[in-house]
């Protein structure tokens, strides 16, 4: 069985609904595994969108780490969305995205294991956004209404 060198839960420290987020481990582990807990609280009254990425480097596939997850949860553990990989290999890169968060407790997970006896770190940026209010729509759809009707306009008196 692989060792768990998982870190303790770290509050992720938010500036304006963004942050960083990351974990390095030292050498000697090899084969060992990790998911690292990064929490969080929305406490809006609106729903938040949130956007992830989360990364490593290392010279090769062979050696450092290698991210094999990153995923959303609430505070019941319960799985909200998994990341998607976009890159494997000497660069690791993972996506998540989730929309309408409610008021309450989560965390982001990033999985995975060391591939050699070298040191290993990952680093990723979080960033929630509020989601737009159905009047929000409807005063672009309105604006755009109104530009396509000047321009229809404009057409017309050139034609003339």
């Known amino acids: 069985m692989a060792q768990d060198i998982s870190s303790a839960p770290q509050a992720i420290d938010w500036t ?3 942050a960083f987020f990351g974990d390095s481990f030292a050498e000697d582990n090899s084969g060992a595994t990790f998911a690292d807990r ?3 609280t929305v406490d809006s009254t609106i729903g938040l969108n949130l ?3 989360v990364g490593s480097i290392s010279r090769s596939a062979d050696v450092g780490l290698d991210i094999t997850g990153l995923s959303l949860y609430d505070a ?3 799985l909200i969305t998994a990341g998607t990989l976009l890159e494997d290999g000497a660069l690791d890169v993972w996506r998540l995205s989730s929309d309408n968060l409610d008021a309450g407790d989560y965390y982001v997970q990033v999985s995975g294991s060391l591939v050699s006896d070298t040191a290993g770190s ?3 940026a979080v960033m929630l956004a509020p989601v737009p209010e159905p009047e929000t729509y409807g005063m672009m759809l309105g ?3 109104v530009l396509g009707w000047l ?3 404009r057409g017309k008196a050139r034609a003339e």
């Open 51 to 53: 956007d992830a990425v």
């Open 76 to 78: 019941d553990e319960t």
């Open 151 to 153: 321009a229809r306009r």
């Open 16 to 18: 304006d609904f963004t």
């Open 38 to 40: 990064f929490t969080f």
């Open 143 to 145: 604006g755009l209404g």
């Open 122 to 124: 990952f680093g990723g």
